[in-house]
């Protein structure tokens, strides 16, 4: 049955254009979800019967999953059972009327303007790397891109004349995202000051660089934002992905509109940015309660 693994990942790699971390997940979850049925004495994928998979569920759980990985799994099995369907593999899907479980949304951890500007700061200085990282950290917070989508900018990815970056989203989508003046200049003198050092005279179109002249990692950026969070005094747990979530919330409360954010964040679905408006409200409850008499 693996073999329909392979043609199904071929399908979402040419049709659906969905990035290889994503591709290698739904392989996992399937070959995964395929062991399991084998288990069950089943041989072929047009045996495979509702039942089948609220087991495969029910089984995950029993491993004490988090209910958002089983409900990823259960999204790669209902796409690879609908793809089944369409290639006249099977008549019918069984996943069909297997029912999704509930998720509470997490509310996202945000920093405030305040903690962002100290996180910043810290990665200030004359060095070479430190250049890098202030415009690494400059542009992320101006653009609130992924981290996937940062280190895989080129130096054409930046329009220093109009004041914006180009970049390549999930399923190969390109958007293009405004970015401030102090983000610019900061790029500018990476370019000009510690890019060409970081080269050590190899050619690269890669604009983030590591002391290689390599393509910097995710890992990388990782740890220089735990880096910085340090020195800048910042208690709360902080990844990355922070960033960007403190991007989306920020430009709403001053007054942004969801659907804006929605295009700057690269998402395909507004119920996904909306995630945000909670925050917001989660923060006037908060102050809500610590500041009114009753509270």
């Known amino acids: ?14 049709e659906r254009r969905l990035a290889d971390n ?8 399937l070959i995964k979800y395929l062991n399991f049925v084998e288990l069950k004495k089943i041989k072929d994928v047009k045996s495979i019967e509702r039942k089948h998979i609220s087991d495969f569920m029910y089984d995950q759980k029993q491993q004490d999953m988090s209910v958002t990985s089983i409900c990823r799994e259960l999204a790669a099995i209902k796409m ?80 220093f004349d109009i004041g914006f970056v180009r970049c390549l989203g999930k399923g190969r989508k390109e958007r293009i995202i405004p970015i401030g003046n102090k983000a610019l200049e900061a790029i500018k003198k990476y370019c000009k000051e510690s890019r060409l050092k970081l080269l050590k005279k190899q050619t690269s179109s890669v604009l983030f660089l590591n002391r290689f002249g390599k393509k910097i ?67 006037l409850r908060f102050v809500h309660k610590q500041f009114h008499p009753r509270g």
């Open 80 to 159: 690879f059972h609908r793809f089944l369907v369409v290639e006249r593999v099977v008549e019918e899907d069984p996943s069909h009327l297997v029912e999704t479980p509930k998720i509470w949304k997490k509310i996202p951890d945000v920093l405030t303007c305040k903690e962002i500007e100290s996180l910043i700061e810290a990665s200030k200085g004359n060095d070479t790397q430190s250049i890098r990282d202030y415009s690494i950290l400059e542009l992320f917070y101006a653009s609130g891109m992924r981290v996937s989508e940062l280190v895989n900018l080129d130096v054409g990815s930046i329009n």
């Open 1 to 14: 049955m693996t073999q329909y693994i392979d043609d199904f990942i071929n399908y979402l790699l040419v």
């Open 22 to 29: 994503t591709l290698s997940a739904y392989r996992g979850d």
């Open 217 to 283: 990692s995710r890992q990388t950026i990782w740890k220089l934002v735990k880096k910085y969070a340090l020195k800048a005094g910042i208690t709360k747990e902080i990844k990355p992905h922070t960033i960007r979530h403190s991007f989306a919330t920020h430009l709403l409360e001053h007054g942004a509109d969801l659907r804006s954010v929605q295009e700057m964040l690269g998402h395909s679905d507004i119920s996904t940015t909306q995630i945000y408006t909670h925050v917001d409200k989660e923060r």
